[in-house]
Each structure stands twice: as structure tokens, then as C-alpha cells.
């Protein structure tokens, strides 16, 4: 806010609290999603709802400018495990450290392209571990019209591993694109912070098809196309099935 610049505050009422805004028009948020996404053709070769073999950041760069509501966005990298260098990783922790795993550098190029892609307003949903969320994920964003506007937890009703507290928690990043908005364009408003499901997908990647589901029926309308770069396990596919959405993503294991 600029110097000398005023805040204008609603007139309180006769116990003292503000008063709310009288017309609809000044609602800070209304039920339903009126953003439409714009019109597009795909490259020669990308399918619509299919499993692709493709790397994440050569595929996003072929894609159309500023057409896509949403894209997920789950980074294959070690996090905590590397920071406290695991040596007994068990079985589960084993298979994905064998996953293609990402350098910083590569994840700020999908970051890079998922800001190019974005229609104005729209959102990333962005996986992290609790060492980048601790870290800080706003070097990744440096550089583009993407920041955070959300979080929330996931309780995966299952105890992980930890030095000190046992970690049963994913952490989603809610990203916005300028210009940054939430009236008309996150649909749904009883989607709790903390969300409780229990992995049932297949693979050491595996995210909660339920949360998945229910923000991309907020963050969408039917019909409209949701892209994910990394899809791993391909649960976004399976939650755009759910949601009458069109999915468009790859993953470099196929």
C-alpha cells in the first residue's frame, strides 16, 4: 500500500463489530466458479486421459500459453530423507528413493513452465515434504506470477518415519497465478485445512484421490482440462475421471 493511502473499514454496527457488506457484489466469496478456461488446440500427439511416457518439462514446454486452470504438481525429490541421511530407509522409502529423482534446478524449470501455462488466476497445486515447506518454497516461485495463497495437510492415518515427532502428514501448497482472487474461482468453501485419508493407491508416490477430487471440482468446471506433469501413480487421472474433468499429464516411468 502506498503512503498516505487510507484503508476504508465498514461501519460498525451498535455492539461495535464491523457491519457486513450490504450488496453481493462486495462478498468476499460466492458459491460456484464462473472462470471459464479459454479455448485451445493441443500439439500433434498429446492425448487427452491416457497414460503418457514424456519428461514433465519437455512436455509442459510444447503446451499452449496461458490456457490451463490447474495444474498438480508433486516433485519427485528426497527432502527429509537426504537432509537427515536415512541409511535404513525400509522397503517403502527404498522404492522411491529409486524413482528419477529432481535437482532443485530442475524443479524451478516445471515451475517455470506451470507459471507459462497457467491462465491468468489460475491455481498449482503443489506437493511438499515438511523440510521444503520449513525451508521455504518461495525461492522456487522467484521469477513468476505464481504465490502461495493456501496450505493444507494431509493426515495420511499412518505413522512415517522421524528422528524425533513421527511424521503421518503431506503438506499441499495452494498457488495461485496473478491476478490473485478467490470470489468466482475456488468454488467450494468447506474444504477443511487438515484432510484425513488413508493411502489406497498403488506405489511408493501415491497421493489421496479424495482431496485430489474434491479441489480440482473447486478449482474447475466440468469438462474443463487439468494437467499434471509428474503424475507418478496417476491418481490425478483417476481423480478427473471422478469429476468429469479432462486429464492431460505424463510421467517419465510411463
Not at 514433465?56 to 499452449?64: H, T
Amino acid at each position: 500500500m502506498e503512503r498516505g493511502s487510507s484503508i476504508l473499514r465498514p461501519e460498525p454496527d451498535s455492539a461495535g463489530l464491523p457491519k457486513s457488506p450490504a450488496s453481493p457484489d462486495r462478498a468476499v466469496f460466492v458459491r460456484g466458479r464462473s472462470l471459464p478456461q479459454p479455448k485451445h488446440d493441443l500439439p500433434k500427439g498429446f492425448v487427452r486421459n491416457r497414460r503418457i511416457r514424456a519428461e514433465g518439462s519437455r512436455f509442459l514446454a510444447k503446451l499452449p500459453a496461458a490456457r490451463f486452470p490447474l495444474v498438480v504438481f508433486d516433485p519427485q525429490y528426497r527432502g527429509v530423507l537426504d537432509h537427515q541421511a536415512y541409511g535404513n530407509e525400509g522397503a517403502r522409502q527404498r522404492a522411491r528413493a529409486g524413482l528419477a529423482q529432481m535437482t532443485e534446478a530442475e524443479i524451478g524449470g516445471f515451475l517455470y513452465e506451470i507459471d507459462r501455462v497457467l491462465m491468468p488466476s489460475g491455481h498449482l497445486l503443489l506437493w511438499t515434504d515438511k523440510f521444503h515447506l520449513c525451508m521455504g518454497l518461495h525461492p522456487w516461485l522467484e521469477g513468476t506470477e505464481l504465490a502461495i495463497v493456501d496450505l493444507i495437510v494431509w493426515n495420511k492415518l499412518r505413522m512415517g518415519m522421524g528422528y524425533r515427532s513421527r511424521r503421518v502428514s503431506e503438506y499441499l501448497a495452494v498457488v495461485q497465478k496473478a491476478p490473485r482472487r478467490a470470489k468466482g474461482v475456488w468454488g467450494a468453501h468447506d474444504i477443511p485445512d487438515v484432510w484425513d485419508e488413508k493411502v489406497t493407491g498403488a506405489g511408493p508416490h501415491a497421493k489421496p484421490v479424495g482431496l485430489q477430487s474434491r479441489l480440482i471440482e473447486s478449482l474447475t468446471n466440468p469438462g474443463d482440462t487439468v494437467i499434471d506433469p509428474a503424475a507418478g501413480s496417476f491418481s490425478v487421472l483417476e481423480s478427473c475421471r471422478r469429476t468429469s474433468r479432462e486429464f492431460l499429464g505424463c510421467d517419465i516411468a510411463g
